[in-house]
């Protein structure tokens, strides 16, 4: 069973306009939600991550928000580029976990020129 | 800074032959040890994670073992591959009571 819940699986989106990928989750206990983004062929890199006791975190084209009481977090990513073009993965962890992270099903973008 | 490698990057296998992959980290001390593998255009599935080094976990029973046998060490290991052990491995690591992880390379690995 799919602890973090991710979606769309796919999108495409015009170069200069917003992408938004949701996640929903349903443990409680999930303390650190992070962002992961996935080029081919590589492997996937930490982008921005957030903790429950914000709402939102913004780092230059990419925000978290953050929605504790939905038990839901989000990604936009602001003026997409095609260089933004990858798969993301939202992910979420909880203390005395070793920490480990249960995934999304991930959702690939596609930046239009 | 800390660094993460894999090797190899690539692998052909034929079925029921043996596997070892390896995973080293530099830059860090007692990092916390993963092992995911990721079949095409999926998720990621948490095969294995370590604490310490002989302290191995396993997430989902399967065709693989995992061993740590250094600190910075983590290896993954089959002694008879399926056709359906193909996927791209990736191995990852954090530090002990950090959420951030970081992940290596990958190794892509075909069973044929």
């Known amino acids: 069973q799919q602890q973090v819940k991710q979606s769309p699986q796919s999108l495409i989106v015009q170069k200069g306009g917003i992408s938004i990928i949701n996640c929903a989750y349903e443990?409680?206990?999930?303390?650190?939600f992070p962002w992961y983004q996935q080029f081919p062929g590589k492997g996937p890199a930490l982008l921005i991550a957030?903790?429950?006791?914000?709402s939102e975190k913004k780092e230059g084209r990419f925000t978290i928000s953050f929605n504790k009481s939905a038990k839901q977090f989000s990604l936009h990513i602001m003026d997409s580029q095609p260089g933004d073009s990858a798969t993301y993965f939202c992910a979420a962890s909880m203390q005395n976990s070793w920490g480990k992270l249960q995934f999304g099903a991930g959702t690939q973008v596609v930046v239009t020129p | 800074s800390q660094t993460i490698h894999q090797w190899p990057a690539t692998l052909v296998q034929p079925v029921g032959s043996p596997l070892s992959l390896e995973c080293t980290v530099e830059?860090?001390?007692?990092?916390?040890l993963y092992w995911y593998r990721q079949a095409a255009g999926r998720g990621l599935q948490l095969l294995f994670y370590?604490?310490?080094?002989?302290?191995i976990s396993s997430e989902v029973p399967q065709n693989l073992s995992a061993s740590r046998p250094q600190d910075r060490q983590f290896i993954l290991s089959s002694k008879k591959l399926l056709l359906s052990d193909s996927g791209f491995y990736l191995c990852a690591w954090s530090l002990p009571g950090s959420g951030e992880q970081y992940f290596g390379p990958g190794t892509r690995l075909t069973v044929t």
């Open positions: 443990n409680t206990a999930f303390d650190y």
């Open positions: 830059g860090t001390s007692n990092p916390n």
């Open positions: 957030i903790r429950p006791d914000v």
């Open positions: 370590s604490v310490g080094i002989g302290q």
